[in-house]
């Protein structure tokens, strides 16, 4: 594992007041995970920046997924970033896309350059390498995915990704991404947040759906948000916007309460893991 300067991702907010952390960019390798044969490995090593809310640590740890678009101007993950840490935990964006050479993959077509699963491989990448990395916890390592990402995080939660290094990751939480396969379902405490009206991906139906097949083999939650579309819980969408023929628009109700579904389902099972 690389740590390299925070230069060539001007993007995220490095904050250097006192008693503060500087953010850093991590750089570690992208390999296969055993019995985890479509998710494919990045051709050049993973990358992501990590942001802790202080200097004392080791701090517990939230990888953040960005969507289909990828990190974009990185506002919205921004937000996400400052939120975490507030909450008391170090935030890492994770890039899934520029080691692959990606831009996007919102429209269908291009939808198998980058699935989910091979995302979901990352995600334990990524985790195992902030395991080693200095100022973090590694026994408390959870993931918040948005969208593409989201899925990704429900993935996370299946057997493959579960068992490739048990306990690794604590919990996962996932914004409007759907949830599928129950039959593949590993345990891993899992928060699914979207909105009814969402029609991208249906991850509503999906979710609920998944909720009562695995009822009873982990701790899952479903939230749906009546009336609510994608995009909920990001403060930039306050006016509707609509991408590739899909509404997204924030819901300061629905962000809130998502927030603090949020912060406790992290706090049970990241921060007072044993």
Not at 98 to 125: F, S, W
Not at 182 to 196: D, S
């Amino acid at each position: 594992m690389k740590l390299r300067g925070l230069a060539a991702l001007g993007w995220l907010l490095a904050v250097a007041g006192p008693g503060a952390a500087v953010a850093q960019r991590i750089e570690m390798a992208s390999t296969a995970i055993a019995d985890a044969r479509f998710a494919r490995p990045a051709p050049e090593p993973l990358t992501g920046v990590l942001s802790l809310p202080g200097t004392a640590g080791p701090y517990p740890v939230i990888i953040l997924l960005h969507g289909c678009n990828g990190l974009g101007n990185g506002s919205a993950m921004n937000h996400w970033v400052e939120r975490v840490k507030g909450w008391g935990y170090g935030a890492f964006v994770l890039d899934s896309f520029t080691p692959r050479h990606v831009r996007n993959v919102c429209a269908p077509a291009d939808q198998p350059k980058v699935t989910v699963v091979d995302r979901a491989g990352d995600v334990v990448n990524a985790a195992w390498a902030l395991s080693q990395t200095a100022g973090v916890d590694g026994r408390r390592i959870g993931v918040i995915g948005f969208s593409h990402g989201g899925g990704t995080a429900a993935v996370v939660a299946r057997r493959p990704f579960v068992q490739a290094h048990p306990g690794l990751v604590r919990a996962a939480v996932d914004y409007y991404g759907g949830c599928r396969v129950p039959e593949l379902y590993g345990g891993l405490p899992l928060l699914a947040l979207n909105g009814t009206s969402d029609d991208w991906g249906n991850p509503a139906s999906t979710c609920a759906a998944f909720a009562l097949a695995v009822a009873g083999r982990g701790a899952i939650e479903n939230h749906s948000y009546d009336g609510v579309v994608h995009g909920f819980d990001n403060p930039d969408l306050v006016r509707m916007r609509v991408a590739f023929g899909h509404r997204l628009q924030f819901d300061a109700v629905a962000a809130a309460d998502s927030y603090e579904r949020t912060r406790a389902f992290l706090d049970r099972f990241v921060r007072d893991a044993r």
